[in-house]
T-cell receptor, first 116, second 109 residues
């Protein structure tokens, strides 16, 4: 299957700073990428849908000024957590939609963010 | 979003087949049925997908009911590495994937 890569896999940042997570589709072009957040023992919660060359669409309750999403190319989307707080500590997962029949969505390995 | 219903948890003995059910009674004619699994501390992994016909790949088989209102993911010979949360999701076109709670599969050695 297609490969989606996230970086970094783990990051620790101080409260009040910003941190950027990259998501790349390595072997296919993705016009649409998705960002999820997952807390321990819970399911994935969709944060936003990122379309190449346009503004991201955020789910209800997700602050767009706090979680900045940029989808500058067909293979790269970034999530920046601004002014991070300890409650932002979570597992962040990106995914990218392929163009194969069924429009299968492939997921990255996830990024653990710890805000101290 | 068309919803799916899965059992919260299942157990299976190692090296035996596992049948994971999923109900999707409100599925539309264009919805594909996708299965993903998530191991601890990893992103979801694509397993298989289908539309109407049964599908096989190196990881699993997908059996789709004739009326498409239910499907079953079949792991032919479970190993300890198959212990994960399995998600059954309906997907069409440019719709977003919405995850339910999935089925937590435990493999007993």
């Amino acid at each position: 299957g297609a490969v989606v890569s996230q970086h970094p896999s783990r990051v620790i940042c101080k409260s009040g700073t910003s941190v950027k997570i990259e998501c790349r589709s390595l072997d296919f072009q993705a016009t649409t990428m998705f960002w999820y957040r997952q807390f321990p023992k819970q399911s994935l919660m969709l944060m936003a849908t990122s379309n190449e060359g346009s503004k991201a669409t955020y789910e209800q309750g997700v602050e767009k000024d706090k979680f900045l999403i940029n989808h500058a190319s067909l293979t790269l989307s970034t999530l920046t957590v601004t002014s991070a707080h300890p409650e932002d500590s979570s597992f962040y997962i990106c995914s990218a939609r392929s163009r194969e029949p069924g429009n299968t969505i492939y997921f990255g390995e996830g990024s653990w963010l710890t805000v101290v | 979003d068309a919803k799916t219903t899965q059992p919260n948890s299942m157990e299976s003995n190692e090296e035996e087949p596992v049948h994971l059910p999923c109900n999707h009674s409100t599925i539309s004619g264009t919805d594909y049925i996708h299965w993903y699994r998530q191991l601890p501390s990893q992103g979801p992994e694509y397993v298989i997908h289908g539309l109407t016909s049964n599908v096989n790949n190196r990881m699993a088989s997908l059996a789709i009911a004739e009326d498409r209102k239910s499907s079953t993911l079949i792991l032919h010979r479970a190993t300890l590495r198959d212990a994960a949360v399995y998600y059954c999701i309906l997907n069409f076109g440019n719709e977003k994937l919405t995850f339910g709670t999935g089925t937590r599969l435990t493999i007993i050695p």
